[in-house]
């Protein structure tokens, strides 16, 4: 597994703020929810401050953390940054963390209550996921129940995602949304773009 590439704030903080105006263009960012993050070449990683309206972030709405969430200059960060951080620790594969409220993950966590995994088979789409060349195969997001305690969830993230036996791109969180990544910006929104499409599949599909 190689590192994931890395860059300077000011470039992550462009590309952030564009990424967000993007999502947020597509219904996945509504009122001033979630969060998007880059890793940087100085280590830690820029991430959206709390609060903006993702429709129109600029670099001014971007904040440095360290992995361990401490921000590394003024600016607020998100409540959810540790589980950003907590996926830069855990995998120096990952560069980019995508953290959305669009609708069809929001709302298939829902439909799958009591279950722990989403698991997505047999989909042409399955292939826009790094590494996949077939639609014949199966990968699994694990779904965790939402909570405010995100310092227990992150925990709870990385326990599950060390037994998991296939590569993982994103989990869910019921009623909430999802967090998606990948080893760049470009990766990370290539993956979470093929789950909100598939997550509507499978509703349509029950
Ligand atoms: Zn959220």
């Known amino acids: ?38 890793r940087l070449d100085a280590g830690g990683c820029a991430i959206t401050a709390s609060g903006r309206d993702k429709g129109r972030l600029t670099q ?18 998100s409540a959810e940054t540790l589980l950003h951080t907590g996926l830069y620790r855990w995998s120096e594969a990952i560069g980019a963390v995508l953290h959305t409220h669009g609708p069809a993950t929001t709302v298939l966590g829902l439909r799958l209550t009591g279950r722990d995994r989403l698991e997505l088979a047999g989909y042409e789409l399955l292939k826009a996921f790094a590494g996949v060349q077939t639609h014949d195969t199966r990968i699994v997001f694990p779904i ?6 995100i310092a ?20 869910l969180i019921r009623g909430h949304g999802t967090y998606v990544w990948g080893r760049d910006l470009e990766e990370a929104m290539r993956h979470l773009e093929a789950l909100e499409y598939l997550a509507g599949c499978e509703l349509a599909l029950r």
């Not at 227990?152 to 993982?168: D, I, K, R, W, Y």
């Open 1 to 38: 597994m190689t590192s994931a590439p890395v860059t300077d704030f000011p470039s992550a903080a462009a590309a952030l703020a564009a990424a967000g105006r993007d999502l947020h263009g597509r219904g996945w960012l509504p009122a001033t929810s979630g969060n998007l993050s880059l």
């Open 144 to 149: 965790f129940d939402n909570t405010q305690d």
């Open 60 to 77: 001014a709405d971007m904040l440095r953390v360290d992995l361990d969430g401490v921000p590394q200059g003024p600016g607020r960060p």
């Open 152 to 171: 227990a969830l992150a925990e709870e993230v990385t326990a599950v995602l060390e037994g998991l036996p296939t590569p993982c791109y994103g989990y």
